[in-house]
């Protein structure tokens, strides 16, 4: 039987997980993908291309948009 102490850990890992997996959805926007699979970017409405997507499966952005996002986040504008 588990004592209070193991108890006490397994639910704080439980959250932490839980914590981290909010973050990660929130710092990874998702794709906007339609019923035939093609992905469009989320900024522009543009697709993303198939060729980037093979490099970067879960790519929410085109390379511009992203550019501009990674532009946009090192400034501190994002």
Do not use: N, T, Y
């Not at 997996?21 to 993303?48: E, F, L, M, T, Y």
Request: charged letters at 30%.
């Amino acid at each position: 039987m588990p004592d209070l102490f193991d108890r006490a850990s397994e639910l704080e890992e439980q959250q932490r997980q839980r914590a981290l997996s909010a973050h990660a959805a929130i710092r990874q926007p998702a794709q906007d993908k339609d019923a035939q699979g093609r992905v469009w970017c989320i900024d522009c409405g543009v697709q993303v291309s198939p060729k980037r997507l093979v490099l970067l499966p879960s790519a929410p952005r085109c390379v511009d948009c992203q550019e501009i996002a990674e532009l946009r986040s090192r400034h501190g504008m994002a």
